[in-house]
């Protein structure tokens, strides 16, 4: 596989935009991942830091040692770590801007789980959605956004499965229309942000949509 995008590095970690369908970690039928991209990339070991689903593209944290995976994962506990996606959602969540607010987790053992939204255009029922995680659980947006009526676009785990089997037949949109678009990362302290344009397979999913792409 080719060298996964590195959009920063130093002495401790390298921030890199992890492509659509590249697991982070290895696993039971998964012949390839991000780490062992970056190790074999580096040259050294590599540790992440923070989940990102398999499915979504996008900007994640990785460390070169264990002490600074260990220090950076504190920042992510501790919510120092700010993290935006975008999202192609079937449907136009209402209001157009709020907080969702759901529980997150397995049966008996949910936390609350909340995410800041707001649309940023629409079109043909569809929308294209900015989010910032105020929680971090897992498949968070994935489960708010479905849980709002508004699920997210090609989502094979959460989304409805008629709307997406249509919207592969009749648009060729198959990835998962979510993105880890930018980080604001504590370095040397201070917060540095870090952001990616929209990647390919969303801008096509838009266009096809007739709905407006930001700059």
Not at 30 to 42: F, G
Not at 117 to 145: D, K, P
Not at 187 to 208: N, V
Request: proline share 5%; glycine share 10%; aromatic share 4%.
């Amino acid at each position: 596989m080719k060298d996964v995008p590195i959009i920063y590095e130093d002495d401790e970690l390298v921030i890199v935009n992890k492509p659509c369908g590249l697991a982070v970690q290895g696993g039971a039928g998964i012949s390839v991942c991000l780490i062992d991209v970056l190790e074999k990339q580096l040259g050294a070991k590599a540790y992440p830091v923070h989940r990102l689903d398999r499915d979504t593209a996008g900007l994640i944290i990785v460390a070169k040692s264990s002490k600074a995976a260990a220090d950076l994962s504190d920042l992510v506990s501790g919510r120092a770590l700010e993290k935006e996606y975008n999202a192609v959602c079937f449907g136009l969540p209402s209001p157009s801007s709020g907080v969702l607010k759901t529980d997150a987790g397995k049966a008996g053992r949910e936390k609350p789980a909340e995410t800041r939204y707001r649309v940023a255009s629409s079109a043909n029922g569809c929308a294209l959605v900015s989010l910032t995680l105020i929680t971090g659980r897992m498949h968070q947006i994935r489960m708010q956004l479905a849980s709002a009526g508004t699920p997210i676009i090609a989502d094979d785990k959460y989304g409805d499965f008629g709307k997406n089997r249509l919207i592969r037949s009749e648009r060729g949109v198959r990835k998962l229309q979510l993105v880890s678009r930018s980080l604001g990362v504590p370095i040397q302290g201070k917060i540095c942000r870090f952001e990616i344009p929209l990647p390919d397979h969303m801008l096509s999913c838009l266009e096809s949509l007739g709905i407006h792409a930001p700059a």
